[in-house]
């Protein structure tokens, strides 16, 4: 492979290049394949430098195509037409392999491990504007840029439900929905068996998280609830599918219908 001489999106200011990389692969093992999908990630590391070190370390085995410090400065790693290694085991609307499919942005943030602090004004409006551009060149649908937690949850938990993915929907990049307010009432809960739990997985099924649908509401269903609190009604992040993310979740499903037909 040739030397990538200058980053594919112009909002990168500069390559610092990661040897952690490979081909991306279509679903039958052949080459070439083309990202439609985007995938934000925090570092959770406490100091900025030190995760972009580990993410350019071959022996850390792992990457991501860029990496967007603090104050917004941002830099390219991995040539977008590569696989980097940033996802890890996941799954999202029958896709496995995730890092053939995919685009990563590593955020410097320490994540939970640091109290998850609130991303800074610059950053966020640098992500962004990586985002629009890297989604529009590669006509990246807007139900497939996601979190990392969206493709691993329970594994994975950033960017966290600090991040403003509703600003990010509004600026065309993701969906988005107003979460339905939380209120007193039914709810389901880890335990519980029977046709609304199947009902409930089939939904977070057609949405594109990876659950299996049998009724039964165990630790993978919980978690797979929390991540989508995480992104879509963040509020309240418990893993428990009470009414306000079940209506959020129906709405949702309805948007990205209503967007894929129109």
């Known amino acids: 492979m040739t030397e990538q001489r200058a980053p594919d999106s112009r909002f990168a200011a500069k390559i610092f290049p990661s040897p952690n990389h490979g081909e991306r692969k279509?679903?039958?093992?052949?080459?070439?394949?083309?990202?439609?999908?985007l995938i934000l990630h925090y570092t959770g590391m406490p100091?900025?430098?030190?995760?972009?070190?580990?993410?350019?370390?071959?022996?850390?085995?792992?990457?991501?195509?860029?990496?967007?410090?603090?104050n917004g400065h941002t830099l390219q790693l991995v040539p977008e037409a590569r696989r980097a290694w940033h996802a890890g085991v996941?799954?999202?609307?029958?896709e496995t392999d995730i890092n053939s499919c995919s685009i990563g942005i590593e955020i410097a943030n320490p994540g939970h491990p640091g109290g998850l602090p609130a991303y800074p004004e610059?950053?966020?409006a640098a992500t962004l504007a990586l985002c629009r551009?890297?989604?529009?060149?590669?006509?990246?649908?807007?139900?497939?840029?996601?979190?990392?937690?969206?493709?691993?949850?329970?594994?994975?938990?950033?960017?966290?439900?600090?991040?403003?993915?509703?600003?990010?929907?509004?600026?065309?990049?993701?969906?988005?929905?107003?979460?339905?307010?939380?209120?007193?009432?039914r709810y389901l809960a880890r335990g519980e068996q029977g046709q609304p739990v199947e009902a409930l997985q089939a939904m977070f099924a057609m949405l594109g998280y990876g659950v299996p649908v049998s009724g039964?509401?165990?630790?993978?269903?919980?978690?797979?609830?929390?991540?989508?609190?995480r992104h879509w009604r963040q509020e309240k992040v418990d893993g428990v599918a009470d009414a306000s993310t079940i209506t959020t979740l129906r709405d949702l499903l309805a948007l990205g219908a209503a967007a894929r037909t129109g």
């Open 26 to 37: 279509h679903r039958d093992g052949t080459g070439g394949r083309r990202p439609d999908m």
């Open 47 to 70: 100091v900025a430098g030190e995760a972009l070190q580990w993410l350019c370390n071959p022996v850390a085995q792992v990457s991501a195509h860029y990496f967007v410090f603090e």
């Open 90 to 94: 996941g799954h999202w609307a029958g």
């Open 122 to 124: 610059a950053q966020i």
């Open 133 to 185: 551009d890297i989604c529009e060149r590669w006509t990246i649908p807007p139900e497939r840029v996601l979190a990392h937690s969206d493709i691993a949850p329970g594994r994975k938990i950033d960017p966290g439900e600090n991040f403003p993915w509703r600003r990010f929907a509004e600026a065309g990049v993701g969906l988005f929905v107003e979460p339905a307010p939380l209120r007193s009432g």
């Open 216 to 229: 039964i509401f165990d630790e993978r269903l919980e978690a797979v609830v929390a991540a989508f609190q």
